[in-house]
């Protein structure tokens, strides 16, 4: 006897919709968070949206969830931490001087 062709639904849903069982069943499947199972859906106007896959016997949903994009890290990469009259190792010595010769001190006085 072969098997009735039976195929799933396919919803779309935001997880604060879900029903509290649904909500509970899916904390249970990612006990762990949805970082790992995360997808980014990308909609035909040029939105997107980030889900995961949640499946029960009858249904195949993707689950909608809220994700907060740090905009601030690429800014944060391009500031400008020192100041333009910050000299390295060769700088210094091209001066001529050195803080330890400025103090008084040689480099017999200076213990490492």
Do not use: C, W
């Not at 994009?69 to 190792?89: F, P, Q, S, V």
Request: a negative charge; glycine letters at 6%.
């Amino acid at each position: 006897m072969t098997k009735p062709n039976r195929t799933k639904k396919h919803i779309v849903a935001s997880l604060h919709n879900l029903s509290a069982e649904l909500q509970d069943a899916l904390k249970e499947k990612y006990p762990y968070g949805f970082t790992d199972a995360m997808m980014r859906v990308d909609k035909p106007n040029g939105d997107f949206f980030y889900a995961v896959p949640f499946d029960t016997e009858e249904i195949a949903y993707l689950v909608k969830v809220d994700v907060k994009i740090d905009d601030h890290a690429a800014e944060e990469d391009e500031k400008d931490y020192y100041d333009d009259d910050l000299k390295g190792a060769d700088d210094l010595q091209d001066d001529g001087g050195s803080s330890a010769g400025e103090a008084g001190e040689t480099d017999d006085d200076i213990t490492i």
